[in-house]
């Protein structure tokens, strides 16, 4: 029996069945409901940099963090972070939990510096700079004292 060509009007209304049904253009059930739960997926929001940045200082025990709004300040950053570490080893590990953490939530840091001496670990993530110091370290260079600027000593310098 000769075999019958398909029109072009039978195409179209392959495709048609096709993109209506799955199962009837052979594809299988599974395909049909991907879709569907695709659409179902709600959409997760991209969680601050802030927020990673604190629940990976957090995570890893860091001692007295201290974030400064030095927007008005500089120009360099919005958010300076400033927190301390018992030793050197633990320095280095709460840097680099912070580069992990940052990475894994989409952030991408631009440098991190002082990781083979770890008495202060600097990591410039564009709009926030974490310091990661020991604690001698942190109270000799005062970084504090040099940024942070309170709403009255704002507009006293104003």
Do not use: C
């Amino acid at each position: 029996m000769p075999v019958k060509k398909k029109t072009t009007k039978s195409k179209i209304k392959d495709r048609n069945t096709a993109a209506a049904n799955p199962q009837a253009a052979g594809k299988p059930k599974a395909a049909g409901k991907l879709k569907a739960a695709d659409d179902r997926r709600v959409a997760k929001a991209k969680p601050s940099l802030k927020t990673v940045v604190i629940d990976a200082l957090a995570d890893m025990k860091a001692l007295e963090v201290k974030v400064l709004d030095v927007r008005g300040l500089t120009d360099v950053a919005d958010f300076m972070v400033i927190a301390s570490g018992t030793s050197d080893r633990h320095v280095r590990s709460v840097a680099q939990r912070v580069v992990e953490r940052t990475k894994e939530a989409g952030y991408r840091p631009h440098g991190v510096e002082g990781q083979q001496d770890s008495d202060w670990v600097l990591i410039d993530l564009s709009e926030m700079i974490v310091h990661v110091m020991l604690p001698r370290v942190r109270e000799f260079y005062g970084l504090e004292k040099l940024w942070d600027m309170t709403a009255t000593k704002r507009a006293a310098r104003a």
